[in-house]
């Protein structure tokens, strides 16, 4: 039997790729790769600075928008908005007119019942009686928040309230309604204090800068002073009043929480004005050290030169000017 036999051309055709080929295609397969690796790489750091920004960004927003809250919410008494036409408030001299029962002492109780101010602080300080829990950065504001909440409450023994009408107001803490108010004609609503200031650690993170809060709260039937922690990262917080002097509801100029123009008779920062908005700077850190990062920007928040930093941390600086609904009324 006769078999066919293939040409030497055929046999040539069928022996696979050349040595030159082969490189060829390495050397094509390997730039694709070399491509793909540092588009990788590139989106993997794109991704890494992005989440980063995200998270100071998130921070600035919630820390803010804790501490906003409050402050547009500075003088509201219930119905009134008018502080000196509350009775049983401190008074020069007296910081509990009324020797009102069941006033937390451990950071004053001029610090609870002073209403005359309904915003207040200390400039680049902490000088509170009442030691923070964890201890407060030196260059950063004090910042104290007073008002009532704004619904209506049930009358509740032991927790500091506020019986108001549209005229007049008056403190008490044993549950039972002011003598010379009637239901009909006046609301009931509970005293919040909070003082911000932004401690050394974080109690969440340890290492890490945070705004904290001192609150009045109930605490098993009584009224009590809470500190706690509201966003870890906060590095700085700066704090000026907007005053209106001449009585326009403008703001005529800002000072700083403790500026020395103070008047305790007019319960006004300059004699005869009311402050009427608040313009707050926070700093935010990053949590993690950014390898490849450098921070040599300079930080001038307020009336503070925090300088360049110089270190691994992602940060933020960010103001706002917030009105005090209640101080033009």
């Not at 008494?77 to 009102?100: F, H, K, Q, T, Y």
Request: net charge negative.
């Amino acid at each position: 039997m006769a078999y066919p036999t293939r040409s030497f051309a055929a046999w040539r055709r069928q022996t696979g790729m050349t040595l030159i080929e082969v490189m060829v295609a390495l050397a094509i397969g390997s730039f694709l790769i070399i491509g793909a690796v540092q588009i990788y790489t590139q989106s993997r750091q794109s991704y890494i600075i992005n989440e980063s920004i995200a998270k100071v960004q998130d921070t600035a927003s919630f820390a803010m928008d804790a501490i906003e809250s409050d402050l547009r919410l500075a003088s509201n008494w219930g119905r009134m908005s008018r502080p000196l036409g509350i009775e049983g408030r401190s008074v020069i001299g007296d910081a509990n007119p009324n020797n009102l029962p069941g006033i937390p002492a451990e950071c004053g109780q001029e610090w609870v019942l002073n209403l005359a101010l309904p915003v207040d602080g200390d400039n680049n300080a902490y000088n509170l009686p009442c030691p923070p829990s964890i201890a407060a950065q030196a260059t950063s504001d004090h910042l104290v928040v007073r008002r009532a909440t704004v619904d209506p409450v049930p009358f509740e023994a032991g927790r500091i309230q506020l019986q108001t009408t549209r005229v007049q107001g008056a403190l008490f803490t044993d549950g039972n309604l002011p003598t010379g108010f009637t239901a009909g004609d006046s609301s009931t609503h509970n005293l919040l204090v909070s003082s911000y200031y932004v401690a050394n650690d974080s109690e969440l993170i340890p290492g890490v800068p945070a705004l904290r809060r001192i609150v009045l709260r109930m605490n098993g039937g009584v009224a009590d002073i809470i500190d706690e922690e509201i966003a870890p990262g906060v590095e700085n917080l700066q704090v000026q009043f907007g005053v209106d002097v001449n009585g326009d509801n403008t703001v005529d100029r800002y000072v700083n929480p403790d500026s020395g123009v103070y008047d305790p008779t007019s319960a006004a920062y300059i004699p005869g004005a009311k402050i009427i908005t608040a313009r707050l700077w926070l700093v935010v850190r990053g949590i993690d050290i950014e390898n490849g990062l450098v921070d040599d920007n300079t930080y001038t928040p307020g009336d503070v030169d925090l300088g360049q930093p110089a270190d691994n941390f992602r940060r933020m600086q960010v103001s706002k000017t917030i009105l005090l609904r209640n101080a033009r009324s």
